[in-house]
């Protein structure tokens, strides 16, 4: 499972985190789940599975101040992947 996860600033509030995922040879994506500054912001299971994911969630976090995104990805395999990414 490849996850990552990017932030850039908006330019009216906070930042745009954009997170993605995409299932390795023989997996599925059924759970996606971002969290920004320790609150949840998306949590979304998928019925069938997803082969990949994408999503933008816009104004997040505080600027200026710090940051961290966590982005949990949960398989077909009930096997989680994580991304983290923290700014200032």
Not at 18 to 34: D, F, H, M, P, S
Not at 45 to 72: A, K, R, T
């Amino acid at each position: 499972m490849e996850v990552t996860c990017l932030h850039t600033k908006n330019p009216a509030l906070g930042w745009d985190v954009t997170a993605t995922a995409k299932a390795g040879a023989g997996e599925k994506i059924t759970r996606a789940q971002v969290f920004v500054n320790d609150v949840s912001k998306y949590d979304k299971s998928f019925n069938p599975p997803l082969n990949s994911w994408q999503e933008q969630l816009p104004q997040q976090g505080q600027y200026p101040g710090n940051n961290d995104v966590l982005i949990v990805i949960t398989s077909d395999k009930d096997e989680d992947t994580e991304s983290a990414d923290s700014w200032s």
